[in-house]
């Protein structure tokens, strides 16, 4: 069974930069179409990015174009998310998710992805 650890979260001043980090263990995630998602107090979780098995094709919400940048090393079984120009607006738990829809079409939903890590929090301070 594959199990997701995030790691990189933390407090950053606005403006500022983070990368958070997803390892998988218990399996491959070469074959598996990959994602970030955030949630902030009162709010549903949302898709933000998405990667396909090799990295070729991404996808980003409006809210992070420009500024967030996903990627992944299967060597390392991990993929990452950079933020950049981060925004007290950006803070939130972030959770990175495998298993998921073909990502040209979409980020997709929740219910699309199959494996969860357990989230990591992202402060960013004004």
């Known amino acids: 069974q594959l199990q997701l650890v995030e790691s990189g979260g933390g407090l950053v001043q606005s403006g500022g930069s983070l990368r958070l980090s997803c390892s998988a263990t218990g399996g491959t995630l070469e074959k598996y179409f990959l994602g970030w998602f955030r949630q902030v107090p009162g709010k549903e979780r949302e898709g933000i990015s998405c990667?396909?098995?090799?990295?070729?094709?991404?996808n980003y919400a409006e809210s992070v174009k420009g500024r967030f940048t996903i990627s992944r090393d299967n060597a390392k079984n991990t993929w990452y998310l950079q933020m950049n120009s981060l925004k007290p607006e950006d803070t939130g738990i972030y959770f990175c998710a495998a298993d998921g829809p073909l990502c040209s079409l979409g980020i997709g939903s929740v219910s699309d992805y199959m494996i969860w890590g357990q989230g990591v929090r992202v402060t960013v301070s004004s």
């Open positions: 990667i396909s098995t090799r990295g070729g094709s991404v």
